[in-house]
């Protein structure tokens, strides 16, 4: 069965910092490329940071230089680590999971954690 399950949002005000976290189970995490979306209330989901099973990673350019993504596989867990956070990065984020498997292509997705930046 798999699980993914966010932790670490909350409120927090602005320049504060938070580290989320994605524990996975039931995947074969160390060759999955792991992202964390995010959406506000009136927008589109959208792709914040995503990791690789090589550690490669790639930025939203709005997040550049205040978030890091970064993944433990012995724990079978990513992290975004948010720092310098802003009114504008309040949102629900997700964790993504994809990956290959025997062929076949999987996506899952966690039940997501709220992010509020106070102003």
């Known amino acids: 069965q798999v699980q993914l399950v966010e932790s670490g949002g909350g409120l927090v005000q602005t320049g504060g910092s938070l580290r989320l976290s994605c524990a996975a189970s039931?995947?074969?995490?160390?060759?999955?490329?792991v992202g964390w979306y995010r959406q506000a209330p009136g927008n589109q989901r959208e792709l914040v940071a995503v990791?690789?099973?090589?550690?490669?990673?790639k930025y939203v350019d709005s997040v550049k230089g205040r978030f890091t993504i970064s993944r433990d596989n012995a724990k079978n867990t990513v992290y975004l680590q948010m720092n310098s956070l802003k009114p504008e990065d309040t949102a629900v984020y997700y964790c993504?999971?994809?990956?290959?498997?025997?062929?076949?292509?999987?996506?899952?997705w966690g039940q997501g954690t709220q992010v509020t930046v106070s102003s």
């Open positions: 039931g995947i074969p995490f160390s060759i999955s490329t």
């Open positions: 990791i690789s099973g090589a550690g490669n990673t």
């Open positions: 993504n999971t994809k990956y290959v498997y025997f062929n076949q292509a999987n996506d899952h």
